[in-house]
């Protein structure tokens, strides 16, 4: 068993499970260089880059919530190792399932707060990449 996030920012991000012969949850469509509705990565992307109009105040309690479910994942783990490949489907699956309950939470909230980066340079670097995905969060 092996842990991966499929996302960038791995400070926001949940790490679930995959297991060799096991396949992952669907992801959606492959992410391109510009927002891709429906994929996977950009779809976190909602999330890390809102985190990071406030990133001392938004990751340590995203991290606090995001590592007791990681937590939980970890520790149901051991049993879900030694199990048939429908446990272990099953166990992936259901991770997969509340990881991205998780985010989709973390997301809703962040979207309820005025998007502002407060230092100016820091704001213009990710205007200019937000512009280039096609990513609009003010």
């Avoid at 990133?55 to 309690?61: I, M, T």
């Amino acid at each position: 068993m092996a842990w991966v996030t499929a996302t960038s920012g791995t400070d926001v991000s949940i790490f679930k499970p995959v297991c060799f012969g096991i396949d992952v949850p669907d992801l959606g469509p492959t992410p391109q260089e510009s927002f891709t509705p429906g994929a996977y990565w950009w779809r976190h992307e909602l999330l890390h880059r809102r985190a990071m109009s406030d990133y001392l105040l938004w990751a340590k309690e995203i991290r606090s919530d995001f590592e007791s479910l990681e937590d939980r994942f970890f520790a149901l783990s051991e049993t879900a190792r030694k199990g048939t490949s429908k446990e272990k489907t099953a166990f992936v699956t259901e991770c997969w399932r509340q990881a991205d309950a998780a985010e989709a939470k973390w997301i809703s909230k962040l979207e309820a707060h005025h998007y502002f980066i407060e230092n100016r340079d820091y704001r213009k670097m990710w205007d200019d990449y937000n512009r280039a995905a096609g990513l609009h969060l003010g």
